[in-house]
């Protein structure tokens, strides 16, 4: 299994500021996601976090409004850029262990409010 | 883009009841997974299904999958007020069966009534 650890828990925000969301794993993972869920609605892929290189972003989704960096294999932040309230959302990290299992484990998330 | 529904959106039964919810999807899979969230927050895996396999059985819960129909249900028997959460399913559509590119339904609210 894996420990993820996602930081802030949650924030509120003003529109036009940006947010930086961590998420630390307590062992080394194949793969990393980012996902937002709106208000009431299911989770959506943002992008894979790709160690040592530029994220893979889903349709939708661009890096300029969501810059991801992953150093290394067990930490990956997701940068929310010139929030709009359109932004308010739960955003996720999750982690696959691929050798083992295809399942993914998520961390607790954080919810953001942008005024 | 969302290719899972689920339905019912909302369900509501008292405790001891069993509870049925259906997935359906729209393209090719690797393997069909069942998710539970507690108060909107993290996902915690319930059960996986192979696209080569048709029932699976962990505890209390039971899975199907039809991949001719593409579609899904998770039964959970003999419900409990603790078993109060959204349930989502999710297919695993990763290229060359990488794993992890999972695409979710629109998930099930159920509430367990004591």
């Known amino acids: 299994s894996a420990v993820i650890s996602q930081k802030p828990s949650r924030d509120i925000c003003q529109r036009g500021t940006s947010l930086t969301i961590q998420c630390q794993v307590d062992?080394?993972?194949?793969?990393m996601f980012w996902y937002r869920q709106q208000p009431g609605q299911s989770l959506t892929l943002i992008a894979t976090?790709?160690?040592?290189?530029?994220?893979?972003?889903e349709s939708g989704f661009v890096i300029d409004k969501f810059p991801i960096s992953r150093p290394n294999l067990t930490f990956s932040t997701l940068t929310v850029s010139n929030m709009s309230p359109e932004d308010s959302s739960i955003y996720l990290c999750s982690v696959g262990l691929f050798a083992t299992n295809e399942k993914l484990f998520f961390g607790s998330g954080t919810q953001l409010s942008v005024l | 883009s969302q290719q899972g529904e689920e339905d019912p959106q909302a369900l509501s039964i008292q405790e001891g009841e069993n509870a049925t919810m259906n997935c359906s999807y729209k393209?090719?899979?690797?393997?069909l997974q069942w998710y539970r969230q507690n108060s909107g927050r993290g996902l915690v895996h319930l059960i996986l299904?192979?696209?080569?396999?048709r029932e699976k059985h962990s505890g209390r819960l039971r899975v199907t999958l039809d991949t001719s129909k593409k579609s899904s249900s998770l039964l959970i028997t003999a419900s409990r007020a603790a078993d109060t959460a959204s349930y989502f399913c999710?297919?695993?559509?990763?290229?060359?069966?990488?794993?992890?590119?999972?695409?979710f339904g629109q998930g099930t609210e159920l509430s367990v009534k004591p």
């Open positions: 393209t090719s899979i690797n393997n």
């Open positions: 999710a297919t695993d559509v990763s290229l060359y069966n990488q794993g992890g590119k999972l695409i």
């Open positions: 062992s080394q993972v194949t793969m």
């Open positions: 299904i192979r696209s080569n396999e």
């Open positions: 976090a790709n160690q040592g290189s530029e994220a893979t972003y």
